[in-house]
């Protein structure tokens, strides 16, 4: 796979991060993967180091597309160890999918305190600003205002987002 592209070899690939069917190669969404893509090997996320343990590589990528198929049939059982995956911060965007699927656990504090802890892990920000929107306590508001976002970022997007269906919940409820 081409890290900086999101192309697979041999292989259609779907989810948010990689390649998304019906998502043209040169649309918004392509573009903001590229970006995230090069930040984080700017940032030494992903040395040569990093990628030549296989094994490794292998793992994370297996890690995510298992995230992402939880995150399509939505079980509901397993939530501490699928909490405990998401604070681990040595698996990087592979718990991406596993952070959305946090949101769906309402009303459960664990979750709100992992998904607000998130919110200062670059590699997954845009998806635990995305996961506290659809959580919907708006006892997020502070702490998604205060965090910083990367210009030209998903987590730019999804700040705005998070904030905006927050603040209307937060008002429907004080009328």
């Not at 040569?48 to 292998?58: C, G, I, N, P, Y």
């Not at 205060?146 to 705005?160: D, L, S």
């Not at 905006?164 to 008002?171: E, V």
Request: hydrophobic content about 35%; charged content about 25%; some cysteine.
């Amino acid at each position: 796979m081409d890290i900086v592209s999101g192309r697979t070899q041999g292989a259609r690939s779907t989810g948010r991060f990689f390649n998304t069917p019906g998502v043209a190669e040169n649309s918004d969404v392509a573009r903001d993967r590229r970006r995230s893509c090069e930040h984080a090997r700017q940032r030494g996320h992903f040395d040569r180091t990093f990628f030549s343990d296989e094994a490794k590589d292998q793992d994370l990528q297996l890690l995510w597309a298992v995230g992402n198929a939880l995150h399509t049939i939505a079980p509901r059982d397993h939530l501490q160890e699928v909490i405990a995956i998401c604070r681990n911060r040595e698996l990087g965007f592979a718990r991406g999918q596993l952070v959305l699927h946090l949101s769906r656990f309402k009303n459960t504090e664990a979750v709100f305190q992992t998904l607000i802890s998130l919110l200062g892990d670059e590699s997954i920000r845009g998806q635990a600003l995305e996961a506290l929107w659809r959580y919907g306590d708006t006892r997020a508001i502070p702490a998604i205002e205060a965090t910083p976002v990367r210009e030209g970022f998903y987590e730019v997007q999804a700040k705005n987002t998070a904030l905006r269906r927050l603040n209307r919940r937060n008002s429907g409820h004080a009328a």
